[in-house]
């Protein structure tokens, strides 16, 4: 299992370090999820270890199964990553080179994968 930080700037509008950034997927405003490494941020942010909380699934070929719950191309327009709702799953989408990975709370982690299989064979 990776390692997974959630990032919080404590003041509005505060950017993070560009050597951050560009690893950081930004989840909502003024808060990030960055992957493997605990970064190093000054004292305006606080930066918590999320890795039980999240589990990720890799959907290689995906576009079809996520239009039975999202219009993903609306969703990420102009952004890398989104946290919504994937088949009444709280959940954070993000493109990939190839295909997209959903981050879903752990305790959705059956229902999800559930729904994912079941939209799959439709």
Same mark, same amino acid.
């Given at each position: 299992m990776n390692a997974l930080y959630e990032v919080v700037a404590f003041r509005p509008f505060t950017q993070l370090p560009a050597d951050v950034r560009s690893t950081a997927l930004q989840i909502a405003a003024d808060r990030?999820?960055? *992957?493997?490494?605990? #970064? =190093?941020?000054?004292?305006?942010?606080? %930066?918590?270890?999320?890795?039980?909380?999240w589990r990720e699934i890799r959907l290689p070929s995906a576009a079809r199964v996520l239009a039975n719950t999202v219009d993903v191309e609306a969703l990420l327009a102009g952004r890398e990553c989104a946290r919504?709702? *994937?088949?009444?799953? #709280? =959940?954070?989408?993000?493109?990939?080179? %190839?295909?997209?990975a959903v981050w879903v709370e752990r305790s959705y982690e059956h229902a999800i994968n559930v729904a994912i299989q079941q939209a799959a064979a439709l």
């Open positions: 990030w999820l960055i *992957l493997n490494q605990k #970064p =190093a941020l000054p004292a305006d942010f606080a %930066v918590t270890d999320v890795s039980g909380k919504t709702a *994937l088949f009444d799953c #709280p =959940a954070i989408l993000v493109r990939r080179d %190839v295909g997209y």
